[in-house]
């Protein structure tokens, strides 16, 4: 098992294809624009949020998503990815020995659902650049939503869910909504995600990609 403290950075906000035109010996270059929501799905043992010391939110076995909110995203973005984290098949069947047969649902684990912002940077120069991240007072409520969702879709009790620093602040705990002032310095502080990544297992999902408006069709 490997335990990891991380906050991500994803340092892309383009897809480059290269086409080489074998005759003529030349390459050109396409850049295509991401527009989607983003989620990095890591299947875990368990998964905890703490803010300088105190632990926020946290799971048990299921899965951590970190959640990337692109400033054009839609409802049906949301929707995409709340059905395919809920039911991708990243759990062992230990009756049939299938590695990949059962969803979080199916085993009855939990969700912890990160906003992260940061899953929409990239890099001027070195330096990173977060502008086609959705603006913060459009976030929250947008994320807030897909909390709902979820819980909705799901055990509302197995999604737990916190919005990281950049955002305004407000915690969802298991039990209710914990409102914290932003001038106390608590949330501004620097954010751990603990976690034990189970396999360990990780992939990330993108709501607009063209096979994911294929899978999204045919689903």
Request: contains cysteine.
């Amino acid at each position: 098992m490997m335990q990891l403290q991380t906050q991500s950075l994803w340092p892309c906000r383009f897809a480059c294809v290269g086409l080489r035109n074998n005759n003529r010996k030349s390459k050109t270059t396409a850049t295509v624009k991401v527009r989607a929501m983003r989620a990095v799905v890591q299947r875990v043992e368990s998964a905890s949020v703490e803010v300088e010391g105190r632990i926020v939110s946290e799971i048990g076995p299921g899965l951590l998503v970190l959640v990337g909110i692109h400033d054009s995203d839609t409802d049906s973005d949301a929707d995409y990815i709340c059905r395919k984290v809920l039911n991708m098949r990243l759990f062992p069947n230990e009756d049939t020995g299938k590695a990949w047969d059962h969803s979080v649902m199916q085993r009855n684990y939990q969700v912890l659902l990160v906003s992260q912002f940061t899953l929409y940077g990239f890099l001027k120069g070195n330096k990173p650049d977060f502008h086609v991240a959705m603006a913060p007072q459009e976030a929250k409520p947008f994320y807030a939503s897909l909390v709902d969702r979820f819980r909705s879709a799901y055990n509302s009790d197995a999604i737990k869910g916190i919005v990281t620093p950049g955002f305004s602040a407000l915690v969802h705990t298991v039990h209710q909504p914990l409102a914290l002032d932003p001038g106390d310095g608590v949330f501004g502080a620097m954010m751990k995600v603990n976690l034990v990544n189970d396999g360990p297992v990780t992939m990330q999902l993108d709501s607009q990609s063209p096979k994911n408006s294929v899978d999204a069709a045919e689903s």
